[in-house]
Nanobody
Framework: QVQLVESGGGLVQAGGSLKLSCAASGRTFSYQFIGWFRQAPGKEREFVAT????????DYAEAVKGRSTISKNNAMNTVYLQMSSLKPEDTAVYYCAANSGGRWRRGEDYDYWGQGTQVTISS
């Protein structure tokens, strides 16, 4: 089992920045990727970014590429998502998830999920 706890969400004005954290505990050695997904009201969950725990490989959705940076602190078992130039369309509940397999862009590839943190961007 892997437990994930997100934090750092909030209300930010458009153009601002936010840093989300995902703290992992439990069988943390068992996962390959920690990813971020988001789900806006009335929309499907979508991939945001992911990082491979061992190599640091990263991948981003086009919607956030160039505005977001995913990083990790191995010692603290924590993954971060730094977002800048935020837009109202970034408003969503952001979830982190852990994946023990080799694919990383689909939600169904992830085995463990956090409870989510709300990000609201005002115009």
């Amino acid at each position: 089992q892997v437990q994930l706890v997100e934090s750092g969400g909030g209300l930010v004005q458009a153009g601002g920045s936010l840093k989300l954290s995902c703290a992992a505990s439990g069988r943390t050695f068992s996962y390959q990727f920690i990813g971020w997904f988001r789900q806006a009201p009335g929309k499907e969950r979508e991939f945001v970014a992911t990082i491979r725990w061992t190599s640091g490989f990263t991948d981003y959705a086009e919607a956030v590429k160039g505005r977001s940076t995913i990083s990790k602190n191995n010692a603290m078992n924590t993954v971060y998502l730094q977002m800048s130039s935020l837009k109202p369309e970034d408003t969503a509940v952001y979830y982190c998830a852990a994946n023990s397999g080799g694919r990383w862009r689909r939600g169904e590839d992830y085995d463990y999920w956090g409870q989510g943190t709300q990000v609201t961007i005002s115009s």
